[in-house]
């Protein structure tokens, strides 16, 4: 299968190696990754706050820089829900563009949906290999992508790692994008509550597939002086295969 | 009574908590509510079961089925809405024929003064009261009291915040944020009780107090959960048996509903019924369900001699505008302030600074108040969507939160400097050239402000900041802020698709 990829602004910034494990696993997999040059955000932050006339722009460059790709994968499941929950709304008045825009929410996937659901990838077949503990974090925008446990059946099924499930996995970290900023005094106390939670697991990772969560959960396990390494799935997964090396992450 | 104190039992001369001065500023209240550690925890804890149990119950009764319920109930009182003229005129007239007065009010006003009315004409001092929202809004006890009508709450939670001057903070549990210390010394203090922390003896105080206030009362005043057009009946949900004192016992009965309460049917009752208690308090039913159709008929033992019905539109009309209507869907079942990550930090303090709380109040407060007097609302939250999701009536909370931040670009209501930074921010990103120059100073930028991390490979090299000045600071006094890596995906790309494409050629 043809895959382009939409890193999205924040993994290309600031975590790459979560870009680099999705390619190498879906190339792994049997499939050719196109990364198209032009892309740049999703217009999340502005749609979020209220700037439509702007997200509309942002949606529309997308929806043309994805045009000639059959699927589109992204590693982060706020962005896959930005295009798929609300491009189509953005576009109520324009039909050609809101079909067009729809097109693109149904090609659409979130990397771990795009393994379970449509790709159909068994770790235990695959022959995933990971030692250690871990836990994971369901990121809130998954609910709109119609996300359940997907990842955690993933996760199971990777031998050699023990899966400690965590208490309130499926809160809100406290990220919420501009949310962190506008009222920090909030959003720190949902995410010490986070690190709280992860702590008890007394796992040695916290799986996490969305860059603003990650961001959020690490600087917090971080300053609360816990040692736990955030990591996505898809780089467990990478690792677990011998595509990415262990260590260069520890 | 006046409500002028606080849960901590502070003074606030002139605000009341629920009715604070506009534009509302919730900041000073954000930040008294997450000092309060005690209070913070304990919200917590109560919000959080009562979200686990919720969830428990629906698993156990619905399974699968959960979805399909919720979809059913959202469609009836959406359905219901879209027809609402035509439901409230059966409504009325169902009613009218089983013996209540129906009055209209249109504003909080109207019903107060229509309430206030027939006291005065029927002579009524002492009245006792059971729980409802929409006397909340429209503030009538003050208003009751003010033409000398003693007016008691008979829930137990509304009773003890009446005692203790204190204002509800949640639509279903009001008292969640006071602890037993404040119930007891509320009690010493008002009633003349013994001190007492222990639950059971509370309650039994509360129950001699109010056993007498009941036998006393010649007006009793319930807001009401549902109104079947069908029959005309008036139906409230409560799990302390309040309303059936509160309204068969007295002479004259006055409830006041909402416009948006009625449903069409009586077997539509059977979905919200198992609904709302579920959601509320993880109940397969609410203790008692009274059902009122009209006064005590000749040969009848007890009932009142007069039911009133004041429905209230009190903004509801305007709600019903198409974007807005499915908000008026709401049963009040409080499982989106129990399940919201942002209530359990802050709502135990009033931070919502109006009537309803959480989620649900950020979206009609509003519409109800004005945008321009509760700016932080619609954004006091990170869309996590856990509302939409356990939502019995399936309101898209979220979007309804979203949209209202659209119409403050579009009326001008978001601040200058946010729009010219938004603007701003969205001109970089629709150019490749200029997204991959701000990529690239945000990286030497950060990188250089970043103070500690791990020498590793290039992609993964992170460093972290601690101390930011400005808005950023707000992320850096809760939590370290990472930095961008030395170098990001572009590169690696480049080599790796030219490595890729080698073995082809």
């Known amino acids: 299968m043809k895959i382009a990829l939409f890193i999205t602004c924040l993994t290309e910034t600031y975590y790459p190696r979560v870009g680099i494990a999705t390619v190498k696993v879906l190339e792994h997999l049997g499939h050719e990754i196109i990364f198209p040059r032009a892309q740049t955000c999703c217009g999340q932050p502005m749609y979020n706050n209220g700037f439509h006339d702007d997200a509309r722009d942002l949606a529309r460059r997308m929806i043309r820089v994805f045009e000639p790709y059959e699927t589109v994968v992204t590693p982060s499941g706020s962005c896959a829900a930005m295009i798929r929950d609300y491009y189509p709304s953005l576009f109520q008045d324009d039909s050609d563009s809101q079909t067009a825009a729809e097109t693109l929410a149904g090609k659409a996937y979130e990397f771990v949906e795009l393994l379970v659901n449509v790709l159909n990838v068994d770790m235990r077949e695959l022959g995933v290999r990971w030692e250690g503990t871990a836990t994971y974090h369901y990121s809130c925008h998954l609910r709109g992508l119609g996300m359940t446990d997907e990842a955690i059946r993933l996760i199971r099924g990777i031998d050699g790692l023990e899966y400690r499930p965590m208490d309130g996995f499926d809160r809100c970290c406290g990220f919420g994008g501009t949310f962190s900023l506008n009222y920090p005094s909030i959003s720190g106390n949902m995410v010490r509550d986070k690190v709280h939670n992860i702590r008890e697991t007394g796992a040695d990772a916290v799986i996490c597939n969305d860059a603003g969560c990650a961001m959020n959960i690490a600087g917090a396990c971080r300053r609360e002086g816990i040692t736990v390494r955030c990591v996505s799935l898809a780089e467990i997964i990478a690792e677990g295969l011998g595509l990415l090396d262990r260590e260069d992450a520890l | ?505």
Not at chain 2, 101 to 110: F, N
Not at chain 2, 273 to 291: D, E, I, M, N
Not at chain 2, 343 to 356: E, L, R
Not at chain 2, 476 to 489: A, I, M, N, V, Y
């Open chain 2, 1 to 505: 009574m006046t409500s002028t104190q606080t849960h901590s039992g502070e003074r606030k001369p002139g605000e009341h908590p629920l009715n604070p001065k506009l534009p509302f500023d919730i900041k000073p209240r954000i930040k008294a509510a997450v000092a309060d550690t005690h209070l913070r925890q304990s919200v917590k804890t109560a919000t959080e079961s009562k979200d686990r149990n919720r969830a428990d119950a629906f698993r156990e009764t619905f399974g699968p089925r959960y979805d399909q319920m919720r979809d059913l109930a959202g469609r009836i009182k959406q359905h219901t809405l879209d027809h609402l003229d035509v439901y409230l005129e059966r409504f009325v007239d169902q009613a009218t024929e089983a013996g209540v007065q129906v009055h209209y009010a249109a504003d909080a006003e109207q019903a107060n003064a229509i309430c206030t009315a027939i006291a005065r004409d029927n002579g009524c001092t002492r009245c006792v009261k059971s729980k409802s929202m929409v006397t909340e809004e429209t503030r009538l006890v003050p208003a009751l009291e003010a033409i000398g009508v003693e007016t008691i709450e008979t829930d137990l939670g509304e009773f003890i915040l009446q005692l203790d001057g204190d204002a509800p903070s949640h639509i279903v549990t009001p008292m969640i944020h006071k602890d037993r210390r404040s119930v007891a010394r509320a009690f010493q203090r008002e009633l003349g009780a013994p001190y007492t922390e222990d639950p059971e003896q509370l309650t039994m105080i509360a129950r001699e107090y109010l056993r007498q206030k009941y036998r006393q009362a010649d007006l009793g005043i319930s807001g009401a959960n549902f109104l079947i057009a069908q029959t005309g009946t008036i139906v409230i949900c409560t799990n302390e048996g309040n309303a059936g004192f509160t309204v068969h016992g007295p002479r004259i009965h006055i409830a006041l509903a909402g416009i948006e309460k009625i449903i069409p049917k009586r077997s539509h009752l059977s979905v919200f019924l198992k609904l709302l208690a579920r959601s509320s308090t993880s109940q397969p039913l609410t203790v008692y369900t009274t059902f009122i159709t009209g006064p005590r008929r000749e040969g009848e033992h007890d009932g009142p001699e007069q039911v009133h019905l004041i429905l209230v539109d009190n903004g509801r009309t305007e709600i019903l505008a198409r974007s807005t209507r499915e908000l008026l869907r709401c049963i009040r079942c409080g499982a989106c302030l129990n399940t919201c990550p942002v209530f359990c930090t802050v709502g135990g303090g009033h931070a919502y600074g109006a009537i309803y709380s959480g989620p649900i109040g950020s979206a009609i407060t509003p519409l109800f108040k004005g945008l321009e007097n509760y700016p932080d609302l619609p954004h006091v939250c990170s869309l996590c969507g856990a509302c939409a999701a356990v939502c019995p009536v399936k309101i898209d909370l979220p979007r309804h939160l979203i949209r209202l931040r659209r119409e403050m670009v579009t009326d001008r209501i978001t601040s200058r400097r946010d729009r010219l930074g938004y603007r701003a921010w969205a001109t970089l990103l629709k150019r490749l050239p200029l997204y991959l120059v701000i990529t690239t100073i945000q990286r030497y930028l950060f990188r250089a402000l970043g103070k500690t991390g791990a020498k590793r490979g290039g992609f993964n090299d992170r460093r972290w900041i601690a101390n930011l000045p400005g808005k950023v600071g707000g992320w850096t006094r809760e939590r370290d802020l990472p930095t961008p890596t030395s170098s990001g995906f572009r590169t690696w790309w480049k080599t790796h698709h030219k490595k890729r494409m080698q073995p082809r050629r």
